[in-house]
């Protein structure tokens, strides 16, 4: 699908339950693929219809190198940003605006504690809500989970 057609579709899913309340979830995950000498990126969309379910898409994206870890979880946050913006352009000023949060696979257990600081400030500068390990499903459990192939 293209990122008109995903707007299209979440525009649709929206106005099958027009009373709902929504919220638009963009995360990516990597994995490096040592055997492949590339690391694999995806990008989740989740239209989450609260307390009644979610609808999903997913971008992969190919790498052909593997890249060191700190700029792994970089390019992840950029490359959602990246779709959320775009998503946003495509949706339009069409219907109400979705509340839209930014889902980075880092957390204060681990490596990634580090980033923290200065991923959450990027994103919410970008002027978007941020949501960091266990909160971030649509980055540690969505996307991860089309990593592996």
Not at 49 to 78: H, N, T
Not at 111 to 130: F, N, P, R
């Amino acid at each position: 699908m293209t990122i008109d057609e995903v707007a299209a579709d979440i525009r649709q899913y929206q106005e099958e339950g027009a009373d709902e309340r929504y919220r638009l979830i963009v995360g990516s995950d990597s994995q490096p693929h040592s055997a492949r000498q590339s690391t694999l990126f995806v990008t989740a969309i989740v239209i989450h219809r609260v307390g009644k379910g979610a609808r999903f898409y997913f971008l992969k994206r190919p790498y052909r190198k593997q890249i060191q870890f700190r700029q792994r979880i970089f390019m992840e946050a950029s490359m959602a940003l990246e779709v959320v913006q775009e998503l946003e352009t495509a949706l339009g000023a069409a219907g109400q605006p979705l509340p839209v949060e930014v889902h980075l696979d880092i957390g204060e257990d681990g490596e990634t504690k580090t980033l923290i600081k200065d991923l959450v400030g990027w994103v919410t500068q970008s002027g978007y809500q941020t949501k960091i390990k266990p909160d971030s499903f649509g980055a540690s459990k969505v996307a991860d989970r089309f990593t592996k192939s």
